[in-house]
C-alpha cells in the first residue's frame, strides 16, 4: 500500500472535465513538498505531465493542470479525451522515508 | 534530442549480481540529477535511487539500501546501477530518468529510458 493514496480508477465520457486525488500525509505533500505527476501508457515509459503542483512541461496542453490543498494534491484534466487513456501516477517527498514516493496510480477510461 | 537508454537487465537467480547501466545524450549530463525508479510487472512506480549532478550525494530506497549502489561517469554521460544480493522481490522493469531540475533534486523526471527488465528467479 503507497504512503501516497490514488484512486485505483476513474472514468468519464469525452468532453467531461474529471479530476484524480492523490492523499498524502504530513510527512510528504503536507509538508510542503512538491507533487509531480505522470501518464503512463501501456509499454511504455511514464511521461511527465504536471511538475511543482501546476506547471506543465512544454507540449503537455493545458487541459492539464493540478492543484495542492494541506496533504492532498489534485491532477484534474478539462476536456478528456480518448487519448488520454492510461495509468496515471502522483509524486512527491517524504521526509521520515527520506525519498521519493509515487502513488499507487489511477487507471483513467475514456467511456 | 535528450535521449536515456538503459541496458545490463536480464534472468539471475536470487543472491546474483546485476549491473545496469544507462547513456545519456543530447544535454549536459553533468548539470543534471539523475535516478532510477523500477516497475514490477503489473504494479506501480517505485523510485529507487537518486544521485547528484557532481555524484557526491545519493539517496536509496529503504528495499534497496544496502544492496544497490548509484554511480555516474560525468566523462562517459554514463549512470550506473549495480546491484547485489538480488531477490525476487527486486523483478521489475528498471528506467532511468532524467531529474528536469538543473543541479537540484526537484524530484520531476522529465526525461525516461524505455526500460530494461531484470528477472530474479529461484
Known amino acids: 500500500q503507497s504512503v501516497l493514496t490514488q484512486p485505483p480508477s476513474v472514468s468519464g465520457a469525452p468532453g467531461q472535465r474529471l479530476t484524480i486525488s492523490c492523499t498524502g500525509s504530513?510527512?510528504?505533500?503536507?509538508?510542503?513538498?512538491?507533487v509531480h505527476w505522470y501518464r503512463q501508457l501501456p509499454g511504455t515509459a511514464p511521461k511527465l505531465l504536471i511538475y511543482g503542483q501546476n506547471n506543465r512541461p512544454s507540449g503537455v496542453p493545458d487541459r492539464f493542470s493540478g492543484s495542492k490543498s494541506g496533504t492532498s494534491a489534485s491532477l484534474a484534466i478539462a476536456g478528456l479525451q480518448a487519448e488520454d487513456e492510461g495509468d496515471y501516477y502522483c509524486q512527491s517527498h517524504d521526509i521520515i522515508l527520506i525519498g521519493w514516493l509515487f502513488g499507487g496510480g489511477t487507471k483513467l477510461t475514456v467511456l | 534530442q535528450v535521449q536515456v537508454v538503459e541496458s545490463g537487465g536480464g534472468l539471475v537467480k536470487p543472491g546474483d549480481s546485476l549491473r545496469l547501466s544507462c547513456a545519456a545524450s543530447g544535454f549536459t549530463f553533468s548539470d543534471q540529477y539523475m535516478a532510477w525508479i523500477r516497475q514490477a510487472p503489473g504494479k506501480g512506480l517505485e523510485w529507487v535511487s537518486w544521485i547528484s549532478s557532481s555524484g557526491s550525494s545519493t539517496n536509496y530506497a529503504d528495499s534497496v539500501k544496502g544492496r544497490f549502489t548509484i554511480s555516474r561517469d560525468n566523462a562517459r554521460n554514463s549512470l550506473y546501477l549495480q546491484m547485489n544480493s538480488l531477490r525476487v522481490e527486486d523483478t521489475a522493469m528498471y528506467f532511468c530518468?532524467?531529474?528536469?531540475?538543473?543541479?537540484?533534486?526537484?524530484?520531476?523526471?522529465?526525461?525516461w529510458g524505455q526500460g530494461t527488465l531484470v528477472t530474479v528467479y529461484s
Open positions: 530518468a532524467r531529474d528536469g531540475g538543473r543541479l537540484s533534486n526537484s524530484g520531476a523526471y522529465d526525461y
Open positions: 504530513s510527512s510528504n505533500i503536507g509538508a510542503g513538498y512538491d
